[in-house]
């Protein structure tokens, strides 16, 4: 993984050094190091992977069509381009000769970088791609725009530099919001990218190890005047398409740029932006999951519009806000799925004769709860209902409440109701809550009956 600045956490400072100055970007630095090594520590790295699939094929999707529109910039005509969200938006189109040339450059790169993995393994094809071409524009003098046309990439060392803002809780009062914003869109990025990137090469990265990794290297950098950052996801693609496998590539990238903010800016700045153009149209396609266009009509409906909307969301939005929306939206469509499973099965009992039995099944929880009081029919039943939970499992308080409002109900009618087959973590739940009084040699795995006192309103185990 290649880790760097990165636009995702530059869009939340713009705010911030706008209102507050860039000392206090500094400050907010430190902090968000601070929290995203807190994050590492308390090992919350591993939720990423409650992050469904769908979301992550969306946000593979999204990220390849924000860096396709991003590489649009480069057709427009120097000093005529205004750069908005992830595009490019007025200025004129290069057209004619111009046109032509550029996209020329574009096509031999890419021709390159997809010829050269044939012939060796031994130079990185984007490599090879941005060396070929730079080399022909030099030598034929091309007319073309350069790197050095955007801006200047010379630069020198930083120096250690405590932030100055005042240490008080004004301070972090200001702060601490972007701080929170800045970690969790920086560990999101960075632990995407991760799973990513291990699907690739079949390994598996220690999430919350990179957060603490993270965490230091943020907050070092704050202390260095330094924006902080994240993991590059399309740096980090062409890295492992180029054959980067170790943790000496990223060590490498950063030795690399260091040396030529100092040393070869002058070299670098004659690069043809036509070249990295190429380059990033090579990430495009290898990025972009062609296989979820042919799936979508496999899938259920819902994971298909989760593909869609997540990558819609990153084009129009942000990655990070795309993952989060997309998880909410799969959680939000698993628990209606779950909701719904509710159902059961009538017989009369064996062992308790003119006893009717409700066979539960399906998960009790709070998405399903009221649906499971409409199980019952409280004045046709007989004076005693058993309800077996053999088949289901007691999830959350907003299901002991519905356990209890059947009970109420039964109680009312003036009929008795027992509960048997409590599985082990139900039992310990409804123990928990203080609903269930039982012997310590009871056994709460199966064959555990519960009477429900209607006059206490106590679960009673026996």
């Not at 809780?169 to 601490?176: D, F, G, K, N, S």
């Not at 990218?193 to 598996?204: C, F, I």
């Not at 190429?278 to 266009?293: D, L, P, Q, R």
């Not at 806000?321 to 959680?331: E, Q």
């Amino acid at each position: 993984m290649i880790s760097g600045a990165t636009g995702a956490l530059a869009v939340v400072m713009v705010a911030l050094v706008a209102q507050h100055g860039v000392e206090y970007l500094f400050a907010t630095v430190v902090l968000m190091g601070l929290l995203q090594i807190f994050a590492g520590a308390m090992q919350w790295g591993k939720f990423i992977r409650l992050v469904p699939h769908p979301v992550m094929l969306g946000f593979v999707n999204g990220l390849a069509i924000v860096i396709f529109l991003a590489q649009l910039t480069q057709f427009k005509v120097p000093g005529s381009v205004e750069l908005s969200g992830h595009g490019a938006s007025g200025g004129e189109w290069l057209s004619g000769l111009p046109l032509y040339v550029m996209l020329g450059l574009v096509g031999l790169t890419m021709l390159i970088i997809w010829a050269t993995p044939k012939v060796t393994k031994f130079i990185p094809a984007p490599l090879a791609g941005i060396g070929i071409v730079a080399a022909l524009v030099i030598a034929f003098g091309l007319d073309v725009p350069r790197v050095g046309d955007m801006a200047s990439i010379q630069g020198g060392l930083p120096t250690f530099h405590i932030p100055s803002v005042p240490l008080n809780l004004e301070t972090l009062q200001i702060i601490l919001p972007y701080a929170v914003i800045l970690a969790a869109i920086g560990l999101i990025k960075s632990l995407l990218t991760l799973n990513l990137v291990g699907e690739m090469t079949n390994k598996r990265g220690g999430a919350s190890q990179e957060c603490i990794a993270q965490g230091i290297s943020n907050t070092v950098t704050g202390f260095f005047g330094g924006m902080g950052g994240c993991a590059m996801i399309g740096q980090s693609m062409i890295n492992v398409k180029s054959g980067g496998r170790t943790r000496v590539a990223g060590i490498a990238a950063a030795v690399f740029l260091l040396i030529f903010i100092l040393f070869a800016s002058p070299i670098i700045e004659l690069i043809p932006l036509a070249a990295l153009v190429g380059v990033m149209f090579m990430v495009v396609i290898g990025t972009f999951a062609w296989n979820s266009i042919t799936i979508l009509r496999k899938v259920p409906r819902m994971d298909a519009f989760v593909i869609l909307l997540v990558t819609a969301v990153t084009v129009y939005e942000d990655l990070a806000v795309a993952v989060v929306v997309g998880v909410i939206v799969s959680a939000l469509a698993y628990s209606w799925n779950n909701a719904r499973r509710i159902h059961a099965k009538t017989r009369e009992s064996v062992t308790d004769l003119g006893a009717k039995v409700y066979e539960i099944q399906g998960p009790l929880f709070f998405g399903s709860s009221d649906g499971f009081v409409e199980l019952f029919d409280f004045t046709g039943d007989p004076d005693v209902v058993i309800v077996d939970f053999a088949a289901s499992r007691v999830v959350d308080q907003s299901a002991l409440q519905a356990i209890e409002a059947v009970a109420g109900k039964y109680e009312e009618a003036g009929k008795q109701i027992k509960l048997r087959h409590l599985s082990r973590d139900c039992h310990q739940l409804l123990t928990k809550a203080g609903h269930l009084m039982v012997d310590s040699d009871d056994d709460p795995d199966y064959e555990l009956a519960v009477d429900y006192n209607v006059r206490t309103g106590i679960l009673g185990g026996h």
